[in-house]
């Protein structure tokens, strides 16, 4: 993990980020009362401690949601989901960006991004307080490396 210093064009402001490479994971879900959180409730009975979960429906496939969610480590957190019929995602490529929040900053992030040639497949954020979060979705593993070269950039 590397942090870069990053700071608000009028403010002479510097913030660290921390960029990472994340695994997501996907598995079905019923769309049905309780669904979810059957899922969900598997991998809290082995202490997983998930800092992104995404679920909506499926269109496509009536009666059925999907979940996305990271991180998981270790072999018992992976056996459980495994259980549970997730699976580490092969097409989404994901890169974790966190630091302290302010105004325009994921415009400056995904900009960034855009300006290097890369289009993003999705994107989630959330702050809470100070800090964000934002999951950055690519279509490939190179994607994803070049996402991180590029944010590590950022001045």
């Given amino acids: ?7 608000p064009a009028n403010t002479g402001e510097v ?3 921390k960029i990472t490479r994340a695994v997501v994971w996907a598995a079905d879900v019923e769309d049905r009362p309780g669904g979810l959180a059957e899922k969900l409730g598997a991998l809290a009975q082995v202490g997983t401690n ?16 999907v979940v996305f969610l990271a ?4 072999a018992t957190q992976i ?10 995602t092969k097409m989404i490529h994901a890169v974790r960006v966190e630091g302290a929040n302010r105004p325009g900053l994921i415009s400056e992030i995904t900009g960034a991004i ?3 040639g890369i289009s993003l497949r999705g994107c989630s954020a959330t702050a ?18 070049r996402a991180v070269r590029v944010l590590r950039r950022l001045s």
Avoid: C, H, Q
């Avoid at 993990?1 to 700071?7: H, L, N, P, V």
């Avoid at 991180?71 to 270790?74: E, T, V």
């Avoid at 056996?79 to 580490?88: H, I, Q, V, Y």
């Fill in 71 to 74: 991180p998981l480590k270790g």
């Fill in 128 to 145: 809470i307080g100070k800090r964000f979060v934002v999951y950055l979705a690519l279509d490939g593993a190179k994607e994803a490396d």
């Fill in 15 to 17: 913030m660290k980020l």
């Fill in 50 to 65: 998930l800092d992104f979960i995404l679920a909506r429906r499926a269109p496509e496939s009536p009666g059925m949601g």
């Fill in 114 to 116: 855009a300006s290097a």
């Fill in 79 to 88: 056996k459980a989901a495994n259980d549970t019929g997730f699976l580490k």
């Fill in 1 to 7: 993990m590397r942090s870069t210093d990053i700071g």
